[in-house]
């Protein structure tokens, strides 16, 4: 996997199909769902709840020193 950090604000950085990385390294993907929105945890593949809008997302899951990862993940 390759990976590229860039440091954006939230609305830049949370859009389906970007993966997150946060302080503590854990890397997060952004996906949608029949019910709306989520998050993956790339690390363990937990699934987190499922949100309205982005903007819930957002508001809900958005913390400072996360950042936007340039990865190409393959799926087996």
Do not use: C, P, W
């Not at 997302?57 to 799926?75: K, M, P, R, Y």
């Amino acid at each position: 996997m390759k990976i590229n950090f860039r440091h954006d604000d939230f609305k830049a950085i949370y859009k389906v199909g970007n993966v997150i990385k946060d302080r503590d390294g854990f890397i997060y993907l952004i996906v949608k769902e029949e019910l709306g929105y989520t998050v993956v945890d790339l690390s363990n593949d937990a699934i987190y709840e499922d949100y309205d809008t982005m903007q819930d997302l957002i508001d809900d899951f958005a913390q400072e020193g996360q950042s936007l990862v340039n990865a190409e993940l393959t799926i087996l």
